[in-house]
């Protein structure tokens, strides 16, 4: 197969880089996992819509809800931290700004999910901060 390859191609390693595989994946499994929690997420809304804060407080009690919530939002924030990786590895080009761009992008989703999860978690356990 490499003899398809252009001799300079090789030198200077361009294609596949062995992990376009994985990251293919990880997108399809959080796309499942989005699909299964997410309509779980929707349902606890509209059940808990009219209630407002102390109906979802006390939906947010139960821990298969929080659990349910919780891994709702570690996917989402995973997920779309692959799909706009994605976008930065196809438009940003110069090197430096490629690698920047995809910590920050790494960082600030971590930075969410982890927002999200303490969130839930002060809810569902009832630390109210009165």
């Known amino acids: 197969m490499s003899r398809l390859r252009a001799p300079l191609k090789n030198v200077r390693g361009l294609g596949s880089a062995k992990s376009g595989t994985e990251h293919f994946i990880q997108q399809r499994i959080t796309a499942v996992a989005l699909l299964l929690t997410g309509a779980y997420v ?24 929080a659990v349910v919530v919780i891994a709702f939002l570690i996917a989402m924030c995973w ?25 920050l992008n790494k960082f600030i989703f971590a930075i969410a999910a982890i927002a999200g999860v303490l969130a839930v978690l002060k809810i569902s356990l009832g630390a109210m901060g009165n």
């Open 42 to 65: 929707i349902g606890l809304l509209l059940c808990n819509l009219q209630g407002g804060f102390d109906a979802m407080h006390a939906a947010l009690a139960h821990p298969i809800s």
């Open 79 to 103: 997920h779309a931290s692959l799909g706009i990786q994605v976008v930065i590895e196809d438009y940003v080009h110069s090197p430096k700004w490629l690698i920047t761009s995809i910590l």
